[in-house]
T-cell receptor, first 116, second 114 residues
C-alpha cells in the first residue's frame, strides 16, 4: 500500500518552461489537495478537488492549473514557470465518511521544484 | 492574511520534560483542528486532531487542548523524546466555504535535547 505518491521528486526548470506534477493515491480517497511549502510561510493550498472531474481554487492558485480526470490521480501544471514558483510541493488526500468533513490529510513525500 | 498562526518559530526542550506548542486562529468558522509532524525531506504526518465539540483530546504522549473563546489550541508532548525533534504544523478547517480546505500555520521547529 503506497499511500500518496508524487512524481517527480526533484525538477529544475528554466523560466517559461512548463511541467506537470503527478499525484497518485491508492486509498480510494475522494478529496485531493496540492500545497506548496516555502520558508516562513508554512503550507499554502494551491488547488483542491472533492471528487473526480472537480477542482477548486485554494489560497494561492495563480500560475497553476489542475486536473482530476481519474479519482486516483491529481495533476498540478505550471504553464510558464517563474522563479517565484520555486518551492516544495506536497500532494495530500483525504477520505470522509457519511458526509462528515472530518478526516485527516495523508501527504506524499513532496516534490522539490527549482525555477532558474 | 494568515488565518492560522504559530508565533513561535522554534522551541527547545530537555528530554523527559513537557513540550508545549501553541497555535492561534482567527476564523470563527473553524471547527476541526489537527496537528502534523514533519521531518526534513519527508511529507507531514498526522499526529492528533480535535473537533470543536471537545476541549481536549489525548493520544498517548500527545494531548491537544482547544480554547474556543480564545481561538487558541496547544499541543502537549509528555515526556518529550529526541525522536520528537521535528517541525510541527497546526491546521484548521471549518464550515461554509472553508469546509473542504485545511489552513496551516507556519510551523514550530521543536528540538528535544538529550
Amino acid at each position: 500500500n503506497a499511500g500518496v505518491t508524487q512524481t517527480p521528486k526533484f525538477r529544475v526548470l528554466k523560466t517559461g518552461q512548463s511541467m506537470t506534477l503527478l499525484c497518485a493515491q491508492d486509498m480510494n480517497h475522494e478529496y485531493m489537495y496540492w500545497y506548496r511549502q516555502d520558508p516562513g510561510m508554512g503550507l499554502r493550498l494551491i488547488h483542491y478537488s472533492v471528487g473526480e472531474g472537480t477542482t477548486a481554487k485554494g489560497e494561492v492558485p495563480d500560475g497553476y492549473n489542475v486536473s482530476r480526470l481519474k479519482k486516483q490521480n491529481f495533476l498540478l501544471g505550471l504553464e510558464s514557470a517563474a522563479p517565484s514558483q520555486t518551492s516544495v510541493y506536497f500532494c495530500a488526500s483525504r477520505q470522509t465518511s457519511g458526509g462528515a468533513r472530518t478526516g485527516e490529510l495523508f501527504f506524499g513525500e513532496g516534490s522539490r521544484l527549482t525555477v532558474l | 492574511d494568515q488565518q492560522v498562526k504559530q508565533n513561535s518559530p522554534s522551541l527547545s526542550v530537555q528530554e523527559g520534560r513537557i513540550s508545549i506548542l501553541n497555535c492561534d486562529y482567527t476564523n470563527s468558522m473553524f471547527d476541526y483542528f489537527l496537528w502534523y509532524k514533519k521531518y526534513p525531506a519527508e511529507g507531514p504526518t498526522f499526529l492528533i486532531s480535535i473537533s470543536s465539540i471537545k476541549d481536549k483530546n489525548e493520544d498517548g504522549r500527545f494531548t491537544v487542548f482547544l480554547n474556543k473563546s480564545a481561538k487558541h489550541l496547544s499541543l502537549h508532548i509528555v515526556p518529550s523524546q529526541p525522536g520528537d525533534s521535528a517541525v510541527y504544523f497546526c491546521a484548521a478547517s471549518g464550515g461554509g466555504n472553508t469546509g473542504n480546505q485545511f489552513y496551516f500555520g507556519t510551523g514550530t521547529s521543536l528540538t528535544v535535547i538529550p
